[in-house]
């Protein structure tokens, strides 16, 4: 090996982008907070006459207060088309860009599309979220793998506001289901009941966009009570907190300490033998056990939170650090 030269297997580049403006500039055009130059939906700047599109510009945006700078493909193509009608004078404009993205990372997909739950927090814009995991096709068809889901919703009306969603298989297929779902302002009702097409190499017959929905319905409804990490981690202390998985499972897996572990099948046997002191708390890998545990629960008349997001969420999170060390 010479000086300077260093091995490697991979060299990842994430210089990142950045609009260029300099003749905005001196056309005195008004710009967005990012930079790029500020457009309406007929994508108009500022000064009559003219203009910009692409990576350059920043459209109206539904996820955002305003607009947004999204320097991508698919928004760059349609303002493209916007921009020639209305010079030619024919009606058009750009729905607002939802930032909808994929990204082949590795062997695993990486998408995106409206709010982030950051952006919701940042906007304080009221939220519930919820995680799943659910088969790209039908389980017992072969080749199945996981996707795991974050679904961002309106809490009081159910309007689905953002997705994210990571696997090996079919995230672009849902990502877009979701993009559309959002651009219509559908909401988890909507989406529980989309009719998808369905057969065992490419879905379940409950799609995962269709679990998302069933899941934020419930939230909505209040029939599912959840609890998120942060209050998990501030409450589960004082509580009583019951892994709802099979004792194999959580062997392989990791535990919360100071839980107790009580599969769901001994469920009934042990609520009906407990009176539990204060809260309780259930978790399982994902939060899909672990929310029937607090409907079984509820007929013993004891009122359990689900952990969203599961013993992966609590392992995951960036609050790692601040929680108990997993065994
Ligand atoms: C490596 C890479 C991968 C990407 N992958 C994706 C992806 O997977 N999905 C996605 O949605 N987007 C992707 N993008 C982004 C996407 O390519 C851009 O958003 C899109 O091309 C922007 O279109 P545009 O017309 O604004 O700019 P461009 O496509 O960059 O077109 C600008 C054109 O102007 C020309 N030009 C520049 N200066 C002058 C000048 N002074 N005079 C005359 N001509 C000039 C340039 O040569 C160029 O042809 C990727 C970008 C890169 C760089």
Same mark, same amino acid.
């Given at each position: 090996m010479d000086d300077g030269e260093q091995p490697f297997d991979t060299v990842v580049v994430a210089t990142g982008v950045s609009p260029r403006t300099e003749l905005a500039e001196a056309a005195g055009i008004e710009r967005h907070e990012s930079g790029a130059v500020a457009v309406d939906s007929r994508m108009r700047t500022s000064v009559p006459s003219i203009h910009a599109v692409g990576d350059v510009a920043a459209p109206p945006a539904a996820c955002a207060d305003g607009r947004a700078w999204v320097p991508l493909g698919g928004p760059a193509n349609r303002m493209g088309? +916007?921009?020639?009608? #209305? +010079?030619?004078?024919?009606?058009d404009a750009l729905d607002p860009v939802l930032d909808t993205a994929i990204a082949k990372v590795f062997d695993l997909d990486v998408g995106t599309v409206g709010y982030t739950e950051h952006e919701l927090r940042t906007e304080g814009r009221p939220h519930e979220v919820v995680f799943t995991s659910e088969p790209d096709h039908a389980g017992y068809y072969p080749g199945a793998t996981d996707i795991h889901f974050?679904? /961002?919703?309106?809490?009081? #009306?159910?309007? +689905? /506001?953002?997705?994210?969603?990571?696997g090996s298989d079919g995230v672009d297929k849902r990502i877009d289901v979701l993009a559309t779902a959002i651009a219509h302002d559908d909401t988890v009702f909507d989406i529980r009941d989309f009719d998808l097409a369905y057969a065992p190499p490419y879905s379940a017959a409950k799609d995962p966009v269709n679990v998302l929905g069933m899941i934020g319905a419930n939230v909505v409804e209040g029939v599912a009570d959840v609890v998120h990490l942060e209050e998990f981690l501030d409450r589960y202390a004082e509580a009583t907190v019951i892994d709802t998985r099979p004792?194999?499972?959580? #062997?392989?897996q990791g535990w919360i300490p100071g839980d107790e572990n009580v599969p769901l099948g001994k469920l009934r046997e042990w609520a009906a033998e407990t009176d539990p002191d204060g809260e309780v708390l259930t978790y399982c890998k994902i939060g899909k056990s672990s929310y029937m545990a607090t409907r079984?629960?509820?007929?013993?008349?004891?009122?359990?939170?689900? /952990?969203?997001?599961?013993?992966?969420?609590?392992r995951r999170t960036e609050r790692e650090a601040n929680a108990p060390p997993a065994q």
């Open positions: 088309r +916007v921009a020639a009608n #209305d +010079v030619a004078g024919h009606d974050k679904l /961002l919703f309106d809490p009081e #009306d159910g309007t +689905v /506001l953002g997705a994210q969603a990571i004792p194999e499972m959580r #062997d392989a079984i629960l509820a007929e013993y008349g004891i009122d359990a939170k689900s /952990l969203t997001g599961g013993y992966y969420r609590y």
